[in-house]
């Protein structure tokens, strides 16, 4: 438990934030703290704690309505995430958003907090590919919830003509150029027959959460456009490869999504070191 008085933003997250943001990042990490104080006090919250996160500061705390989440992040495209999260709520795949705040240098968004919350990542063993369906279902044919946001094809391109990519996974490097130019192939395939559409974007084990043993919980989108079959992609290209083509062809059945079109998304995100 962390006292009000200890609240800070972590020293990885703080040079992670720096890092990836320079102009903004400092003056983020100067004032978040200070920020976090007032939503606590507006939320009557209580009994804070830090969360685990890279990109932003992200605490947890008691309210008279229940625990809620406080997240901060000085990303230019938080707006973008505000959007996503509120539009994947409503489709009660993501937690309740109750309020966002944008500042100068940042952006807040106050949500119900996911319990237990135990990230797919750190379970030690899988949820039934059954409910992976149940959670991404309801994405399947929502239009993208604003005609403004980035589209996921632009995202992924930067990644792929990115020489010096520095927002990279733990221990990999910059994929080969004949990987990343097949890829860029890939992706103009895949843009060829694409309708934008609601898309979480980001639907790795980290960031999908359980509220039970087979019920999923999506948090921290990465606001942008795109399509379901780029989220099943993402959801099935950490799992181990026992596991993996049996799963990919179960969800390619039962969402209704073209096999082959996941297979080039998950060769993408590959060579994109999603």
């Given at each position: 438990m962390t006292n009000l008085a200890q609240l800070a933003v972590p020293e990885g997250v703080r040079q992670q934030v720096h890092r990836r943001w320079p102009a903004v990042g400092p003056a983020w990490s100067a004032v978040v703290v200070d920020e976090l104080h007032e939503l606590l006090a507006e939320h009557h919250a209580t009994h804070p704690q830090v969360m685990p996160a890279r990109y932003g500061l992200v605490v947890s705390a008691d309210t008279p309505t229940g625990p809620l989440v406080f997240r901060s992040t000085p990303d230019p495209d938080g707006g973008h995430q505000a959007t996503v999260s509120r539009a994947l709520a409503k489709l009660g795949v993501s937690p309740r958003l109750h309020q966002?705040?944008?500042?100068d240098i940042g952006i807040w968004t106050v949500m119900d907090r996911v319990t237990p919350g135990i990230p797919l990542g750190d379970l030690t063993e899988p949820p039934t590919p059954g409910a992976i369906v149940e959670m991404l279902?309801?994405?399947a044919d929502q239009p993208a919830p604003d005609a403004d946001l980035p589209s996921i094809f632009h995202w992924l391109r930067g990644r792929l003509t990115d020489d010096h990519l520095n927002d990279l996974p733990r221990g990999r490097s910059v994929a080969p150029l004949p990987e990343r130019s097949q890829a860029i192939i890939l992706l103009?395939?895949?843009a060829q027959s694409h309708i934008p559409s609601l898309c979480h974007g980001d639907a790795s084990p980290w960031n999908i959460l359980t509220k039970h043993r087979d019920h999923l919980s999506l948090i921290d989108p990465r606001g942008t456009?795109?399509?379901?079959?780029?989220d099943v992609a993402i959801a099935v290209s950490k799992?181990?490869?026992n596991t993996f083509q049996s799963a990919i062809a179960f969800l390619s059945k039962e969402l209704r999504v073209d096999l082959d079109r996941i297979y080039s998304w998950v060769s993408v995100a590959k060579a994109a070191r999603v």
């Amino acid at each position: 438990m962390t006292n009000l008085a200890q609240l800070a933003v972590p020293e990885g997250v703080r040079q992670q934030v720096h890092r990836r943001w320079p102009a903004v990042g400092p003056a983020w990490s100067a004032v978040v703290v200070d920020e976090l104080h007032e939503l606590l006090a507006e939320h009557h919250a209580t009994h804070p704690q830090v969360m685990p996160a890279r990109y932003g500061l992200v605490v947890s705390a008691d309210t008279p309505t229940g625990p809620l989440v406080f997240r901060s992040t000085p990303d230019p495209d938080g707006g973008h995430q505000a959007t996503v999260s509120r539009a994947l709520a409503k489709l009660g795949v993501s937690p309740r958003l109750h309020q966002v705040r944008t500042t100068d240098i940042g952006i807040w968004t106050v949500m119900d907090r996911v319990t237990p919350g135990i990230p797919l990542g750190d379970l030690t063993e899988p949820p039934t590919p059954g409910a992976i369906v149940e959670m991404l279902q309801p994405l399947a044919d929502q239009p993208a919830p604003d005609a403004d946001l980035p589209s996921i094809f632009h995202w992924l391109r930067g990644r792929l003509t990115d020489d010096h990519l520095n927002d990279l996974p733990r221990g990999r490097s910059v994929a080969p150029l004949p990987e990343r130019s097949q890829a860029i192939i890939l992706l103009d395939e895949l843009a060829q027959s694409h309708i934008p559409s609601l898309c979480h974007g980001d639907a790795s084990p980290w960031n999908i959460l359980t509220k039970h043993r087979d019920h999923l919980s999506l948090i921290d989108p990465r606001g942008t456009s795109g399509e379901l079959a780029y989220d099943v992609a993402i959801a099935v290209s950490k799992l181990d490869t026992n596991t993996f083509q049996s799963a990919i062809a179960f969800l390619s059945k039962e969402l209704r999504v073209d096999l082959d079109r996941i297979y080039s998304w998950v060769s993408v995100a590959k060579a994109a070191r999603v």
